[in-house]
T-cell receptor, first 113, second 113 residues
Framework: NAGVTQTPKFRVLKTGQSMTLLCAQD?????MYWYRQDPGMGLRLIHY???????AKGEVPDGYNVSRLKKQNFLLGLESAAPSQTSVYFC????????????FGNGTRLTVT | QKEVEQDPGPLSVPEGAIVSLNCTYS??????FMWYRQYSRKGPELLMY????GNKEDGRFTAQVDKSSKYISLFIRDSQPSDSATYLC?????????????FGGGTRVLVKP
């Protein structure tokens, strides 16, 4: 049981390049999330999904797009990377319900030069 | 001003001491309160969950919520070196779509043997 798996683990991009971060979960969770974590800022929600085929904006969505074509996968895209997007990106999943814990992956460390 | 404030630390204590962590928040709609623990280069994992006001105890960990003061606390008794991690508070409102959580910035804790 792998839980939440994020690929890649590390990536270095040049300004203007594009990339896709992949998140896969094997717990059959309905909800999935993408967060970014920056020093002193905690985790900030980028986009989230409450089910296959649905996505919604979070707190800091600008510069990112997402897709949830399959229930188990949630993709985060950067169309034109900027240095301000240098961060650690975490994917999480959970069942519905406020009492349900978020299960996080181990993050993708992205540097944009 | 951030919705959830948390002292970044680091908080350094000797093994066996009581660790006291806290968060303040401004949104009176928050009703669900959590503490996540994050080890270095790992994703956060749920430690404690509390609904509304009151105390909750789980082994060496006690979570307290004071909604009148908009203040939550986490206490770790008989601290161990394995408790060295970053502790993130998180909270959500009942009406939050997708169970969206708002996180504090995290407090780094170091327990010295």
């Amino acid at each position: 049981n792998a839980g939440v798996t994020q690929t890649p683990k590390f990536r270095v991009l040049k300004t203007g390049q594009s990339m896709t971060l992949l998140c896969a979960q094997d717990m059959n969770h309905e909800y999935m999330y993408w967060y970014r974590q920056d020093p002193g800022m905690g985790l900030r929600l980028i986009h989230y999904s409450v089910g296959e085929g649905t996505t919604a904006k979070g707190e800091v969505p600008d510069g990112y797009n997402v897709s949830r074509l399959k229930k188990q996968n949630f993709l985060l895209g950067l169309e034109s990377a900027a240095p301000s997007q240098t961060s650690v990106y975490f994917c999480a999943s959970s069942p519905p319900g406020h009492h349900s814990p978020l299960h996080f992956g181990n993050g993708t460390r992205l540097t944009v030069t | 001003q951030k919705e959830v404030e948390q002292d970044p630390g680091p908080l350094s204590v000797p093994e066996g001491a009581i660790v006291s962590l806290n968060c303040t928040y401004s949104n009176s709609a928050f009703q669900y309160f959590m503490w996540y623990r994050q080890y270095s280069r790992k994703g956060p994992e749920l430690l404690m969950y509390t609904y509304s006001s009151g105390n909750k105890e789980d082994g060496r960990f006690t979570a307290q919520v004071d909604k009148s003061s908009k203040y939550i606390s986490l206490f770790i008794r008989d601290s161990q070196p394995s408790d060295s991690a970053t502790y993130l508070c998180a909270m959500s409102a009942a009406w939050a779509a997708g169970n969206k959580l708002t996180f504090g910035g995290g407090t780094r804790v170091l327990v010295k043997p």
